[in-house]
């Protein structure tokens, strides 16, 4: 099992759970936010034994970042972060979500929010992984049929390997659709994860690909 520093960017609630997650796997996690000071943020921080630091921060001293902000935050967050993410693996496990009169995603078709992502840093290696299942399950797939399957697209090889390999470290499987591109239909099957959860009023659920070698 390879241990990386990993720098997490967002203190939301899916930044939270991969950070724990991933501390709890082995892996030296720095949580990046505007305010780490914060007194919540770093009582969390606190008891989830990762650190907490500035967003530049704790991209430049990681070997590899996570993207776990909310989409209308996202380019700020990278902006903040860029010059630390050259030549880096970047995880990307936001989705471009909107609001109208109801939730929907605002990328989509011919480009996704993973390829915009991509652009926005055009330096670093990026993965989409982590963004068709809520939160609730990233770090423990606690699930009555066992763990599910998380979906990654990315167009570096050596990104997506160590990409699997801490969804592993959290107990997941991982299919690779293949490059970036393919985030394209990772995040409208991100909304079908939603939809479930808002008829169901249950975020217990995720997806599994069966019939397929690994």
């Known amino acids: 099992m390879d241990l990386y520093r990993i720098g997490v960017i967002g203190t939301g609630n899916v930044g939270r759970a991969l950070a724990f997650g991933l501390g709890a796997a082995g892996h030296e996690v720095v949580v990046g936010g505007r305010d780490p000071g914060r007194a919540d943020l770093a009582s969390w921080a606190e008891g989830a034994g990762v650190e907490v630091a500035h967003v530049e921060k704790a991209v430049e001293g990681a070997e590899l ?3 776990a902000t909310a989409w209308d935050g ?4 990278l902006r903040m972060a860029e010059d630390g993410l050259a030549g880096k693996v970047l995880i990307d496990a936001t989705n ?3 609001f109208t009169t109801r939730l929907e995603l605002g990328v989509g078709h011919v480009d996704s929010g993973g390829e915009q992502v991509q652009r926005w ?3 670093a290696r990026v993965v989409k992984l982590f963004n ?3 939160f609730e399950l990233m770090d423990r797939p ?3 049929d066992g763990p599910g399957t998380l979906f990654m ?6 990104a997506k390997a160590v990409a ?8 997941w499987g991982v299919h690779d659709c293949g490059e970036l591109r393919a985030a394209r239909l990772t995040e409208p099957l991100a909304m079908v994860w939603i939809e479930h959860a808002m008829r169901s009023g249950s975020r217990s659920h995720a997806f599994r690909l069966i019939g397929t070698p690994a």
Do not use: F, Y
């Not at 996202?74 to 967050?77: I, L, Q, Y």
């Not at 697209?153 to 050596?158: L, N, R, V």
């Not at 699997?164 to 107990?171: K, P, T």
């Open 65 to 67: 970042a996570i993207l």
């Open 74 to 77: 996202a380019e700020n967050a």
């Open 96 to 98: 471009p979500l909107k």
């Open 121 to 123: 840093v055009p330096e």
């Open 132 to 134: 068709t299942v809520g």
């Open 142 to 144: 606690d699930l009555v």
């Open 153 to 158: 697209a990315g167009d570096d090889d050596e």
């Open 164 to 171: 699997r390999s801490l969804a592993a470290d959290l107990g």
